[in-house]
């Protein structure tokens, strides 16, 4: 992977955002990996109260950023950046076991309907507005496959998510006119595999699978890091053709 990222990285600027419950920090492979290879990174920090603000914020990452933009979301950050990427300086989008948004669409009217085999999600309701994960099925469901004590240290740093923020609907789809990446995490068991092709599909995205938890950002992070390499090379050349957006 190291003599394939050098030729695209002068131009292009790889902006993580994290999903919710979290913060950026799980992205700290993925991060360590791209910018060992010569690739400028920045990790967005969502205060996850509402989408509208999440969206505001990742656009400050995006204007900050040098040159080209790679879009890269996790979970509920996939419909931020379905927003967000609308911006004229991103190229490409990528969604890691990430909900992809339409116009209208939230992550509350996306899940209306669980996937077959899908469980309800072991969130609590807080009575004013916010959802916390349960933290003693935060190791099994989010992340199976994290080593013990990171999974230990995450459940008991975990941030409540607004309900604002799930009910938080796209206005317009990047996914529509740029081209889309997205990596399915086979063994999830917080956003089922099914739903995470079906959004795939509809979105025309160019897919790969990978077995591993939700959290395959962390637990995979050189898959990850090569699919991002993967939509920032397409995009820095003439084959880009080749992936056309999803109209």
Same mark, same amino acid.
């Given at each position: 992977m190291q003599g394939d990222t050098k030729e695209a990285a002068p131009g292009t600027t790889i902006v993580l955002v994290h999903g919710a419950f979290v913060d950026g920090s799980g992205?700290?492979?993925?991060?360590?990996?791209?910018?060992?290879?010569?690739?400028?990174?920045?990790?967005?920090q969502n205060a996850i109260r509402s989408l509208e603000d999440d969206v505001a914020n990742t656009r400050r990452a995006i204007a900050a950023a040098p040159g080209n933009v790679i879009l890269v979301g996790h979970s509920y950050g996939g419909v931020i950046i379905s927003e967000a990427g609308n911006d004229p300086k991103v190229v490409a989008l990528v969604y890691v076991a990430a909900f992809i948004a339409d116009a209208g669409e939230s992550v509350q009217t996306l899940t209306a309907n669980h996937?077959?085999?899908g469980s309800k999600p072991p969130f609590l309701p807080t009575g004013d507005g916010y959802l916390l994960f349960d933290?003693?099925?935060? *190791?099994?469901?989010?992340?199976?496959?994290? %080593?013990?004590?990171?999974?230990s240290f995450m459940a008991a740093a975990l941030k409540p998510w607004a309900i604002a923020s799930m009910a938080g609907k796209v206005t317009a789809a990047a996914?529509?006119?740029?081209?889309?990446?997205y990596v399915v995490a086979t063994d999830d068991r917080l956003v089922h595999p099914s739903l995470q092709r079906r959004m795939a599909e509809s979105a025309g995205a160019r897919v790969v699978e990978v077995g591993g938890s939700h959290a395959i950002y962390m637990t995979q992070p050189e898959t990850i890091a090569m699919t991002i390499v993967q939509a920032a090379k397409a995009t820095a *050349?003439?084959?880009?053709?080749?992936?056309? %957006?999803h109209r």
């Open positions: 992205w700290r492979a993925v991060h360590d990996r791209l910018t060992r290879d010569g690739y400028r990174v920045a990790v967005v996937a077959p085999g933290a003693s099925k935060f *190791s099994q469901v989010f992340g199976q496959d994290i %080593p013990p004590e990171t999974s996914w529509r006119v740029k081209p889309s990446w *050349s003439s084959s880009l053709e080749a992936y056309p %957006p």
